[in-house]
C-alpha cells in the first residue's frame, strides 16, 4: 500500500487548532480489560488491553504522553482502528496515570525505560511467539526513543513509532514559557500540582517529597516543577542533569530497530533543536519532519466538526504495510 502523505486542510495550518482541536473533539473508546502489574519495588502499572493477546499474533504497546491515559484522544483514536484492523493492543500507563494514584512517592519521567522494559519483558515472556511492537506519543515518545537506543539490539520491540516527542527537554521547557506556549504548560502544570498535593496528603509518603503543599504552588514552570520535584524524586543530582541524562536525541543514533519518528516543525511544545541533524539518525531511523502538525496534531481533513487525521494511517501503514 502506497504511504500516506501528510497535507492539512486550508481550516487547520495553525499549530494550535492542530493541536487543540483534537482534544475537543475526541472519539468514543472501545471497551478495555486492565490488568495489574506489581513491580519489584513494590509499586504498580496498569495495563489496559484492546483485546486479548493470542499466542503468535503481533501485540502493539501504546505509550501515552504526559499526564495521558487511555482516555487521551491519540490513543482512543488509535485503538479504534487497531479494533477494526483486528489489531491487539494494549495501552502501558505510567505511574499513577491510569486514574488510580501509585504506592510510593516517585512517580515517572521523561526518560523512565525501567518500567516500560518490566511490561515489554512480562509480554514477551508470556507470549514468546508474539512480535511487538511500540508507539509513543509526546513524553511516551521520549522514553520509547530513550529504551530502543538503550537496549540497542536487545530491545524487546521489533519496531517503534514515536509521535511529537521532546528530544531535547531543556529546549521544550524554554519553549513552553514563552508565548501561547505558557498556556500548555499551565494547563499541565496544574495537573501535576494536584498529583504532588495527592501525595502530601498520604501521611506515610509526606516526609518522602521533596517540597511542602506551601511550595507546590510556586513551581508554575516545568522548569522550577522539574528542578523541585522531578529530579530529586527519581535521582537526578538536579534539573539540568535530569533534561541532560534523559533527553531521547542522544539515543537516536544507538537505535537498531526499524523505527518511525514523526515531528512537526510548528509544534508549539518544541523549537528546532528537537529536530536530528542527519549524523543524529541511525539508519534504523526514518525521520519525518512537517511544516506543520502542531503537537500531536496532524489532522488531514474532514472538517472541524468531524476532523480527519494523518497519524492512524501512518502508524499502521509503518508497522503493518496498511493503513
Known amino acids: 500500500m502506497t504511504k500516506p502523505l501528510f497535507t492539512p486542510p486550508w481550516w487547520a495550518r495553525n499549530p494550535h487548532i492542530q493541536t487543540i482541536l483534537p482534544v475537543l473533539t475526541k472519539v468514543d473508546r472501545p471497551e478495555l480489560t486492565r490488568q495489574r502489574l506489581e513491580l519489584d519495588d513494590g509499586d504498580f502499572i496498569d495495563l489496559d488491553w484492546l483485546s486479548p493477546p493470542t499466542q503468535g499474533n503481533p501485540i502493539v504497546i501504546l505509550v501515552h504522553g504526559l499526564e495521558g491515559s487511555a482516555d487521551s484522544h491519540y490513543i482512543r483514536r488509535l485503538l479504534n482502528m487497531m479494533a477494526d484492523k483486528g489489531v491487539c493492543a494494549v495501552v502501558h500507563h505510567h505511574r499513577s496515570c491510569s486514574g488510580v494514584t501509585n504506592r510510593l512517592a516517585r512517580s515517572y519521567h521523561s526518560g523512565d525505560t525501567q518500567d516500560l522494559q518490566t511490561t515489554l519483558t512480562m509480554i514477551a515472556t508470556q507470549y514468546p511467539d508474539s512480535p511487538i511492537s511500540a508507539v509513543g506519543y509526546s513524553l511516551g515518545g521520549n522514553v520509547l526513543t530513550k529504551y530502543l537506543g538503550e537496549y540497542r539490539e536487545a530491545s524487546l520491540v521489533n519496531a517503534g513509532v514515536i509521535v511529537s516527542a521532546p528530544l531535547q527537554l531543556g529546549a521544550c521547557a524554554t519553549r513552553l514559557k514563552s508565548g501561547f506556549s505558557k498556556i500548555y504548560q499551565s494547563y499541565l502544570i496544574k495537573q501535576l500540582q494536584q498529583k504532588v498535593h495527592d501525595k502530601l496528603s498520604v501521611p506515610n509518603l509526606t516526609a518522602q517529597m521533596p517540597v511542602t503543599q506551601a511550595e507546590v504552588a510556586q513551581l508554575t514552570t516545568f522548569h522550577q516543577f522539574d528542578d523541585k520535584v522531578t529530579a ?31 515531528h512537526a516543525k510548528d509544534d508549539p511544545f518544541m523549537n528546532d533543536e528537537v529536530i536530528p541533524a542527519h549524523d543524529d539518525l541511525a539508519p534504523a531511523v526514518t525521520y519525518e519532519l512537517h511544516s506543520n502538525g502542531g503537537h500531536v496534531g496532524f489532522i488531514d481533513g474532514g472538517s472541524p466538526l468531524h476532523p480527519k487525521y494523518y497519524l492512524e494511517k501512518r502508524i499502521l501503514h509503518f508497522l503493518f504495510g496498511q493503513g
Do not use: C, N, W
Not at 235 to 260: C, M, N, W
Open 232 to 262: 530529586p524524586l527519581h535521582g537526578f543530582t538536579s534539573v539540568e542533569d535530569y533534561y541532560q541524562r534523559a533527553s531521547g536525541l542522544p539515543y537516536l543514533r544507538h537505535i537498531t530497530k526499524p523505527t518511525l519518528v514523526i
